[in-house]
């Protein structure tokens, strides 16, 4: 598939594309210098419809800020193109490399994800479609789709192999988990590997009760009673003041709401996102810090909700970035539709909530597709292949999963014990983290003969690096967001 509950969300770093643009995308990509010839750089830069935007030398590295021009269709690649962001950190092309898309925006500072710290390889950012600047223009929102999207990757593995052609692995967290699995599904004979982490695989969109089920359980009674009581409190007699401090956060931020409709229904949203952000982001442990409601200033209750829900992230300026998440939740994804019924007697909106809200108007959604997300399940239960999932188990978008069946192979669920939105493979418990850490080696072709004899001995290839290794504040926007 919220800062607070609707959606999840990337971190959005926009940047202006300052390379060259043009470039007849639409054709393959031509071959590539021989190895050793070229530096890096220019080996790169000899893909046909590649084109440089920035590079960022980092010790131990090169980091290339790149565009690609790819197809707007790929059914009909003759019909324009449209130049997607992409980055490289290349450590070397004998090393294994890692394929990493959060599925929204791509970063522009170096990173390292998991997997490429497991492999210690090299490592590919993709932008996905339609995001700010990787978007076609004028943009035609019915090619934004998973095969479409599946597609991109697809070309852009195929220009990069060339240069890159040791074992390659797929990656990504949230809607990045998603599209690593869809990937899969598409392309199956790319990738050597998949880490998705906390994916949510919204099968029947019609039917979310497993995320009511998760909601009434999850963490403990006393914790969830805490989060009701401030949900409770700023719906029911703090709302004019809360709406009111609003409204004056909007003035001075210049925040408006003709997306949404209201600022009141802007804020009847954040606050029903609340326990759900909470869980997406939060620990048990993080219950303590929370407002105690009835005692609580308005200040506190405002502070509390801005920090776990966010209120830019309501406005239209904080949902625009995300425009094309919420049109593929409306169109293929899903997206969770909670009872709330702790709330339901101060619901203003009941049942307004679902994604086309959150798109603007001037963008046309088509009719929801209900077998998109049904053909990925029944593929991953009959075909998966070479395939890890890791969730959180306090994580709302875990409620709803990716589970492999009997007809796939050396194909593995993990979850991490009180885990959130943030779960990885070095939070999984000792054996089940040697276990998928084994795997990944093994996938990626760097398996030492020791872990080869004792899985149980598998580690990180890579040492930690400060820098490449810190992840900062990779959340996603909320609304029910992955």
């Not at 830069?45 to 021009?69: N, Q, T, W």
């Not at 004998?94 to 492999?119: K, L, M, Q």
């Not at 690593?180 to 790319?190: G, H, I, L, M, Q």
């Not at 409601?293 to 300026?317: K, N, P, W």
Request: positive net charge.
């Amino acid at each position: 598939m919220r800062k607070a509950l609707r959606w999840l969300l990337s971190f959005v770093m926009l940047i202006g594309v300052v390379g060259t643009a043009a470039g007849t995308a639409a054709a393959e990509p031509g071959p590539g210098p021989a190895e050793g010839t070229q530096d890096i750089r220019d080996r790169i830069l000899a893909i046909r419809g590649m084109s440089l935007i920035e590079e960022k030398p980092y010790a131990g590295h090169r980091y290339f800020v790149l565009d690609y021009a790819q197809p707007v269709d790929h059914r009909r690649p003759s019909k324009g193109t449209f130049r997607q962001r992409i980055t490289v950190l290349h450590k070397d092309a004998a090393r294994p490399t890692v394929f990493y898309t959060s599925g929204y925006n791509v970063g522009t500072t170096p990173r390292r994800r998991e997997p490429t710290r497991i492999v210690d390889g090299n490592q590919v950012d993709m932008e996905y479609r339609f995001f700010t600047p990787s978007r076609p223009q004028p943009a035609d929102w019915s090619k934004l789709d998973i095969w479409q999207a599946a597609s991109d990757q697809h070309r852009v593995f195929a220009a990069l192999k060339q240069i890159y052609t040791r074992k390659w692995i797929a990656t990504g967290a949230s809607k990045g988990g998603m599209t690593a699995t869809y990937y899969e599904r598409f392309y199956p004979r790319d990738m050597d590997g998949v880490v998705a982490y906390v994916a949510p695989n919204d099968v029947n969109d019609r039917a979310d009760a497993a995320y009511d089920r998760f909601m009434a359980t999850v963490g403990t009674k006393e914790c969830r009673d805490r989060i009701t009581a401030v949900q409770r409190e700023a719906l029911g007699k703090r709302r004019a003041a809360l709406t009111a401090k609003y409204r004056a956060w909007a003035e001075e931020n210049a925040g408006t709401f003709q997306t949404i409709g209201s600022l009141d229904k802007a804020f009847e949203s954040l606050v029903s996102d609340y326990a759900w952000a909470f869980w997406q982001y939060g620990l048990l442990a993080d219950c303590a810090s929370l407002p105690t409601a009835a005692t609580a200033s308005d200040q506190e209750l405002f502070d509390s909700l801005d920090s776990i829900s966010g209120f830019a992230f309501y406005t239209d300026q904080g949902l625009e970035p995300y425009a094309p998440y919420y049109y593929q939740a409306g169109t293929q994804l899903g997206a969770p539709t909670l009872r709330q019924p702790r709330l339901a007697d101060l619901l203003r909106y009941p049942g307004y909530f679902t994604p086309r809200v959150y798109v603007p108007r001037e963008i046309p959604m088509k009719s929801f597709d209900r077998y998109a997300m049904r053909d990925v399940d029944s593929w991953v239960r009959d075909h998966a292949k070479h395939m890890i999932w890791v969730y959180g188990e306090n994580d709302p978008w875990g409620a709803e999963r990716f589970r492999p069946g009997k007809g796939a192979r050396d194909a593995h669920v993990f979850t991490e014990p009180g885990g959130n939105h943030g779960a990885s493979v070095a939070g999984l418990p000792e054996a089940d983290r040697a276990k998928a850490t084994a795997r990944i080696l093994d996938w990626a072709g760097v398996a030492p003969a020791a872990v080869q004899q004792n899985p149980a001995l598998a580690k990180r290839l890579a040492p930690y690096d400060a820098r490449l290794d810190k992840q900062g504040d990779e959340r996603e926007p909320f609304a029910l967001r992955p």
